[in-house]
């Protein structure tokens, strides 16, 4: 049985690939980018989420129930969780005894089997063009379920999907496209400084992956996609070099997707410190300027979900 860790299921999308389609999110992720709207996906383990409005002040359930005293209850104030013991705690108690909903855990182990039970329950609901796309996290950093679940939705006759950062083992990603219809790609930032600051590594791996998968014969569909980010990849400069890479490797379309801060709420959940809390979301003038470098290079490129899949 082959085991893997996601931290949500979503059906009905239709924004990550053709069609009505079910996203499977993978834990775990080799990068730390400033701005990513699941942070509860980073790490290859459960995380504890907090949420204090459903907090009751007087209850201590979850205090008693924790064997590593990770929990306190200061006399003015909510709950304080020491995070470096969740981190190393197996059982989580803690989240099973909280009556209100206040703790809850983001990953959880599945089979192959029990995902595709879900899937092909799904799989009525997708019409002649939908399937399933596999995010994260980053898929890759569990190659074993992944490339087990992909083989599974194949012999199910699923149109699948995946989204990567790419810095991953080259030969993994190519394993991979043996059981992929469709590739999601990220460009963050042609500078590989500026990419280490804003996601902790820098760009080599990545910008290297992304040429090897352009001169491939791979019969799939791969779509760049560029996240806007203000302050940090947004400049001309580097949306003009990230468009003139794309096109010098006979790519044809981009998909520009704009910052957003859906995902505040996680970090004050996780106890982390969310940099971009007041950095606004770029306007559509800002996300229309920004197509413009990529269509002087001659490519597609697309605002947002407005990609005619």
């Keep these: 049985m082959t085991n ?26 080799p990068l730390r980018c400033a701005w990513c709207a ?10 504890v989420m907090f949420r204090a409005t459903k907090c009751v002040p007087t209850c201590r359930r979850c205090l008693d129930a924790c064997p590593h005293g990770a929990i306190q209850r200061p006399e003015a104030g909510g709950l304080h969780f020491d995070r470096d013991r969740c981190g190393r705690c197996d059982g989580l108690e803690c989240t099973r005894t909280c009556l209100n909903e206040a703790l809850r855990v983001a990953g959880r182990s599945i089979t192959v089997d029990e995902l595709m039970r879900v899937l092909q329950r799904d799989q009525g609901f997708w019409g002649s063009e939908g399937g399933v796309t596999f995010s994260g996290g980053e898929p890759l950093m569990q190659p074993d379920f992944l490339l087990a679940a992909l083989r599974r939705c194949r ?15 080259t030969d993994l990603l190519f394993e991979m496209l043996r059981w992929t219809d469709w590739l999601f790609v990220d460009i963050k930032h042609m500078d590989a400084a500026a990419h280490r600051a804003g996601t902790g590594v820098d760009n080599a791996l990545i910008l290297r992956n992304i040429e090897a998968l ?9 779509i760049v996609r560029v996240p806007i980010v203000p302050g940090f990849n947004d400049s001309p400069q580097n949306l003009a070099a990230t468009a003139a890479f794309v096109a010098r490797l006979g790519l044809e379309e981009v998909n520009l997707l704009p910052f957003h801060r859906m995902g505040s709420s996680k970090y004050e959940q996780l106890g982390l410190e969310y940099r971009y809390a007041q950095a606004a979301p770029p306007s559509p003038a800002a996300m229309q300027a920004a197509r413009r470098p990529f269509e002087d290079a001659g490519l597609r490129g697309y605002v947002g979900y407005e990609t005619p899949f």
């Design 155 to 169: 012999d199910s006759y699923m149109h699948t999907a995946v989204e990567t950062c790419a810095h991953v083992p």
């Design 4 to 29: 893997g860790m996601i931290f949500d299921i979503q059906g009905y999308s239709v924004h990550d690939g053709p069609g009505c389609r079910t996203l499977v999110f993978l834990s775990g992720c």
């Design 214 to 222: 352009a001169a491939a014969r791979w019969e799939g569909r791969l």
């Design 38 to 47: 699941n942070p509860e996906g980073q790490l290859l383990r459960p995380r």
